[in-house]
């Protein structure tokens, strides 16, 4: 029995680190296989809603004290709808509770059919899925899967022609989640990119294991896509300075490997040009940086500077002295970060019983509380967002806009980013983030424009016109005031001190609009003209020995678990 209390345990618990399903496949909480528990309740959502019915005109929830609302929805969908029925011993109380009213719910079961129609048991199915479409209503934010091909290892013809073989190609994000069609979409903007249905799996997929594909939100790619372009790149070396997990260094190496010659015709100039310095200043998740570039089959590309603070390399080291492309993308609030919200959302039949008990996940009975499960018509899932997994790319999260945090985070991200100004052959720079504030996003471009280094150096926006096609033709660009209450940071004046040419060169993405991504920040900087190096030491970081708490990173225990978006 305890399938059903693990799979109850597992839809009530906080859906925080990791995927819903590796949530499950690594919970240490459950008896059962994980396999089952997931299988269980991706099964059981997929009827919900007859499931509800049925178990209400069953009226068995009034008359069973033991049952709890969404006990009860997983017991009766083993009990209507698989072969094997319920996998509990014949005694236990759960499956009594259930089987005492086996012709009852039989005949709801057959009413429920009969009424819409339907003749067989898959016929039924797709009736239920398109009631569930119609009633989520007009589709506004579909977050898609969005899986980026890996040119190092593979190409877009390739995986069209096995990974995709069997998808249907659409052309908008609503059509990917037409039930009974598998569909695809070759993203518009991003090259080398696809989206396909929320929820899909790849990670038990060849293309996937191998580094092939990689799943990476839409927005993520803009980065080294802006970086890079759509040419082939004819600048220096390449640096990524805060990189773990390494979504971003991975892209910069797949979008080279695209235009570098061939190994043996490689010199040490091209060498040097397809070259990618990626570093993150903690150890643990330089790891994990390492693992995903090693995978992404990009050893030879790119070296990986385990646990180096950005802020302490020095420009003038002449490992960097032909480096000129430098994408940072440093820790932010995270705000953008859509929780996974990969957590089926069970509709459950309501509960009229006076009793005020219920199960635990163990089986213990205990007083209920107003939070419980079944209290309400759906499990409970935070409504705010959620930081993901552990190779997450953002390590920080802040709930709210706790403003003191953004002002700290809006001063580090500005020195790390003058600190990428002041590398002597570095011509153009990305800076991004995924919050959705102000204050760590067009604040911290105001201010770098603004810095010493950027006006010596002459360091401007990337202007629309000049960024690659994709990137061009993205419609949300910066803004000079907050969406929303709080956004800039409560309490703080917020100078945003751009031209609307400056403003046109800023990429946002914003969480819960119809281009499925999540909240996003992007602007690059060139520089026209002559360099004035002046002393570069002098660019060091004036600040060496200063506290650094303001970025004081949680070494979670981020064991690899496959790429991540
Ligand atoms: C938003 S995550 C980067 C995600 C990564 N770009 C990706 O796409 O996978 C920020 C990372 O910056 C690192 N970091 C923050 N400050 C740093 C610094 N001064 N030097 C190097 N790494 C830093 C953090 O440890 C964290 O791993």
């Known amino acids: 029995m305890s399938l059903y209390y693990d799979a109850v345990s597992m839809l009530t618990a906080p859906a925080t680190g ?49 049952l709890t609302p969404l006990l009860s929805l997983l017991l009766v969908h083993d009990h209507l709808l698989t072969k094997s029925g319920l996998a509990a011993t014949s005694t236990h109380p759960l499956r009594l509770a259930i089987e005492r009213h086996k012709t009852r719910l039989r005949g709801e079961f057959t009413k429920a059919r009969v009424r819409r129609g339907c003749a067989s048991i898959p016929d039924l199915k797709d009736a239920i899925q398109k009631e569930k479409l119609a009633l989520q209503g007009p589709l506004t934010s579909i977050y898609p899967r969005w899986v980026r091909i890996n040119n190092i290892l593979t190409t877009m013809s390739h995986q069209l022609s096995t990974t995709f073989a069997g998808y249907e190609r659409v052309h908008t994000l609503a059509d ?103 570093m993150d200043q903690s150890q643990l998740r330089a790891k994990t940086l390492q693992k995903m570039v090693t995978t992404a089959g990009a050893d030879k590309m790119v070296t990986v500077l385990a646990g180096q603070d950005f802020l302490a390399l020095d420009p003038q080291d002449p490992r960097f002295e032909n480096v000129s492309g430098l ?16 957590v089926p959302k069970l509709v459950l039949p309501e509960s009229t019983s006076s009793s005020s008990t219920s199960f635990s996940a163990g089986g213990k009975k205990r007083k209920r509380r107003p939070d419980d499960e079944g209290t309400s018509n759906r499990t409970k899932t935070p409504t705010t967002p959620t930081p993901t997994s552990a190779t997450d790319e953002n390590d920080v999260s802040v709930s709210g806009t706790d403003t003191e945090r953004l002002v700290k985070l809006s001063n580090l991200q500005t020195r ?45 926006v990337l ?26 940071g409560k309490g703080v004046e917020v100078d945003v001190n751009l031209s609307d040419e400056e ?18 920040f992007v602007a690059g900087f060139v520089r026209d003209g002559d360099v004035e190096d002046g002393n570069g030491a002098e660019y060091q970081r004036k600040d060496q ?21």
């Open 176 to 278: 990917l989640v037409i039930p009974g069609r598998k569909t695809m979409l070759i993203d518009p903007h991003v090259p080398d990119l696809i989206a396909v249905a929320p929820g899909t799996e790849f990670i038990t997929s060849a293309a996937y294991k191998n580094g092939e594909i990689i799943l990476q939100d839409k927005a993520s790619c803009f980065p080294a896509y802006l970086l890079i372009g759509d040419n082939t790149w004819t600048e220096g070396g390449l640096l990524d300075g805060c990189a773990a997990p390494g979504n971003k260094t991975t892209h910069m190496a797949s979008l080279l490997s695209k235009s570098s010659p061939t190994e043996n015709s490689q010199t040490k100039e091209t060498q040097e040009k397809y070259h990618v310095y990626s």
């Open 463 to 488: 202007r629309r016109e000049e960024q690659p096609v994709g990137m061009r033709k993205w419609k949300y660009r910066g803004i000079r005031k907050d969406r929303g209450e709080g956004e800039g």
């Open 503 to 520: 403003l046109e060169g800023c990429l946002r993405c914003w969480p819960g609009d119809e281009e499925g991504t999540g909240g996003f």
């Open 545 to 565: 020995g200063q506290d650094q708490d303001d970025d004081d990173e949680e070494e979670e225990d981020d064991e690899w678990e496959g790429f991540s978006d």
């Open 18 to 66: 990791g995927s819903f399903k590796s949530r499950i496949y690594t919970a240490r909480n459950i008896k059962s296989s994980p396999a089952q528990v997931y299988a269980l309740i991706i099964e059981a959502s997929k009827w919900d809603i007859l499931l509800k019915e049925v178990i209400e005109a069953a009226g068995i929830l009034k008359l069973e004290p033991k």
């Open 327 to 342: 994408l940072l993308d440093p820790s932010c609030s995270g705000s953008g970060i859509i929780g996974r919200d990969d």
């Open 416 to 460: 790390i980013v003058e600190h990428a100004l002041s590398f002597p052959a570095a011509t153009r720079v990305t800076y991004s983030t995924c919050s959705i504030h102000l204050l760590e996003n067009e604040a911290v471009v105001s201010r770098i424009l603004a810095s010493e280094v950027a006006k010596r150096r002459r360091w401007r």
